[in-house]
């Protein structure tokens, strides 16, 4: 059956390489719908939202979404740029990508880590979206009851409640639980014996506790998965010295977006690292890397993160064999070395390699 793609190309090199890797998954042949919508600065200057009404319909309609990349400005700046009939309104910017999350309910936010030219590593970073230390509990200048919970440390004390923050790291039972199930679902989808839970056990010994309790029960149900659970810091080391031990991993918000990010370093940086977010009833997908303002109009952006982030789509939507033969090829092309970008070390133009890898699937 057709499956239908909400295309969001949003701002700067976003629309060059969603357009690249569009043509290239044409080759592919399959039945899929592609529906183009609006996102990103232009619509906030423009209609006071980054993500506009119609882009929800669109959304709503549509089986998952590729996005390409958004702008986004420091508060301050953004009420400056909006169109002057809606200045003084009291609109505030929202991060579309945060909106999507958000609205969508996309706990997971999956990062694949794969070494595209020997093939030592395959590993998938999955990062906690909704919770953790980013659950939006973060104040300075404390009120009463928050001043009660900290007065007695000596530093709180030499500072006062004014010059005081504090910012709450949220675990609960719901957002575990469904964490660790979608971690053991995506390791036995993909073949992988190892689970590893990304903590700091020692230090925050008793939010650790509950997650050891929940990893434990929860393990039952999944006896074919080794789990372990390691310190963050030791994870960051080994992912670079030893990527090759690592099969699924997961981790609440911070820890998450930092090793996600160190991911995309450990695979070669951002023209290659793609991902995903989902939750139990949507999805959207997105290269790791921004609008790279620096870069647009100039077809020097490697495609080769969309094309990876398409892969992933496609598995997603259940076409994992197709998805696979297009990961195939841009593996193929990125070692031959001879069509690639700047930062692969060559001088191809993002549509030169985006159609170097259609020839690849052309081939079969
Ligand atoms: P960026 O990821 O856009 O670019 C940083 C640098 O990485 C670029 O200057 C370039 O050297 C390299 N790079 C990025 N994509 C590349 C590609 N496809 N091929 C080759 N090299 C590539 O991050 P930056 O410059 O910090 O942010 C620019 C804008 O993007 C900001 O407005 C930021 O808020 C936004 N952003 C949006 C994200 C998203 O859409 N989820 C994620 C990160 C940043
Ligand atoms: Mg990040």
New binding site residues.
């Given amino acids: 059956p057709t499956k239908s793609v909400a295309v969001l190309p949003?701002?700067?090199?976003?629309p060059e390489?969603v357009s690249a890797a569009l043509d290239t998954v044409e080759k592919l042949g399959l039945p899929l719908d592609f529906r183009l919508g609006d996102i990103g600065?232009d619509c906030w200057r423009q209609e006071g939202d980054p993500v506009p009404q119609r882009t929800w319909k669109l959304l709503e309609e549509t089986d998952t979404c590729l996005?390409?990349?958004?702008?986004?400005?420091p508060l301050r700046e953004t009420e400056a740029e909006l169109d002057p009939s809606l200045r003084g309104t009291g609109l505030t910017y929202v991060?579309?990508?945060l909106q999507l999350r958000q609205r969508l309910g996309l706990y997971a936010n999956i990062r694949p880590v794969t070494d595209l030219d020997q093939g030592r590593f395959d590993f998938t970073v999955i990062r906690e979206n909704t919770e953790g230390l980013y659950a939006g509990i973060d104040v300075h200048g404390l009120d009463e009851p928050l001043w009660n919970a900290v007065r007695h440390h000596p530093n709180a004390a030499a500072s006062g409640p004014e010059d005081t923050s504090l910012t709450l790291r949220l675990q609960t039972r719901h957002g575990i639980d469904r964490l660790l199930r979608f971690g053991f679902a995506h390791a036995e989808a993909h073949g992988k014996r190892l689970l590893t839970v990304v903590d700091k056990p020692m230090v925050l010994r008793n939010s650790g506790n509950l997650l050891r309790e929940r990893l434990e029960l929860i393990a039952r149900d999944h006896p074919d998965i080794e789990t372990e659970i390691l310190n963050v810091d030791a994870v960051a080391l080994w992912m670079v010295r030893r990527p090759e031990r690592f099969g699924v991993l997961v981790a609440e918000n911070m820890f998450g977006d930092i090793l996600s990010d160190l991911g995309a370093g450990v695979m070669g940086?951002?023209?290659?690292a793609p991902?995903g977010n989902i939750g139990d009833h949507g999805s959207y997908f997105?290269?790791?890397?921004?609008?790279?303002?620096?870069?647009v109009g100039q077809d020097?952006?490697?495609?080769?993160?969309?094309l990876l982030t398409v892969a992933q789509m496609l598995d997603h939507l259940g076409f994992d064999v197709p998805g696979e033969e297009l990961r195939d090829a841009v593996r193929t092309v990125a070692r031959a070395r001879t069509t690639v970008?700047?930062?692969l070390g060559g001088t191809a133009g993002?549509r030169e390699v985006a159609r170097a890898v259609a020839d690849r699937l052309g081939r079969k």
């Fill in positions: 949003g701002d700067g090199i976003g390489v600065w996005l390409g990349a958004i702008t986004s400005k991060s579309p990508v940086g951002l023209g290659l991902s997105e290269p790791v890397h921004g609008s790279a303002p620096g870069m020097k952006a490697n495609p080769m993160a969309m970008t700047y930062d993002t």
